[in-house]
């Protein structure tokens, strides 16, 4: 696991961990479906994070469905299951706001496209 905080960014450290966590498993680097995750204190010391940083962002996983944590047991990858029309319009939303964001920027509507099917090829297309 390639796990890194940036501790000059804007961004929150609990945030900086719940995407790279989010970019591992969704790349397979990380586990497989219903693999455990590291322990929170694991990985708590490897990433040099307060042990409620790590906490808070294996939290949000859970809010999004994409881990499980059970009491007193780590946490395990969720599998993978169709879209439905909540998660959907969830990532719809999301899309939107960043298309503002580009445009509001002055991205154009190639250099977008061009953003959107990089990162397309990282998750959809095999090697």
């Given at each position: 696991?390639n796990?890194?905080?940036?501790?000059?960014?804007?961004?929150?450290?609990?945030?900086?961990?719940?995407?790279?966590?989010?970019?591992?498993?969704?790349?397979?680097k990380?586990?497989?479906?219903?693999d455990?995750?590291?322990?929170?204190?694991?990985?708590?010391?490897?990433?040099?994070?307060?042990?409620?940083?790590?906490?808070?962002?294996?939290?949000?996983?859970?809010?999004?469905?994409?881990?499980?944590?059970?009491?007193?047991?780590?946490?395990?990858?969720?599998?993978?299951?169709?879209?439905?029309?909540?998660?959907?319009?969830q990532?719809?939303?999301?899309?939107e706001?960043?298309?503002?964001?580009?445009?509001?920027?002055?991205?154009?509507?190639?250099?977008?496209?061009?953003?959107?099917?990089?990162?397309?090829?990282?998750?959809?297309?095999?090697?």
């Open positions: 696991m796990v890194k905080i940036d501790p000059m960014s804007n961004i929150p450290f609990y945030q900086q961990l719940t995407q790279q966590l989010l970019f591992e498993i969704a790349t397979g990380i586990c497989g479906n219903g455990s995750l590291p322990s929170i204190r694991d990985l708590a010391a490897k990433t040099s994070l307060n042990l409620h940083t790590v906490h808070k962002s294996y939290k949000e996983l859970q809010k999004k469905g994409i881990i499980a944590i059970k009491p007193n047991s780590k946490a395990t990858v969720n599998k993978p299951t169709e879209a439905n029309g909540v998660s959907l319009q990532i719809s939303i999301k899309v706001q960043i298309m503002c964001e580009a445009y509001v920027l002055g991205i154009s509507e190639y250099q977008l496209q061009q953003l959107f099917y990089e990162n397309i090829r990282k998750f959809y297309i095999e090697p």
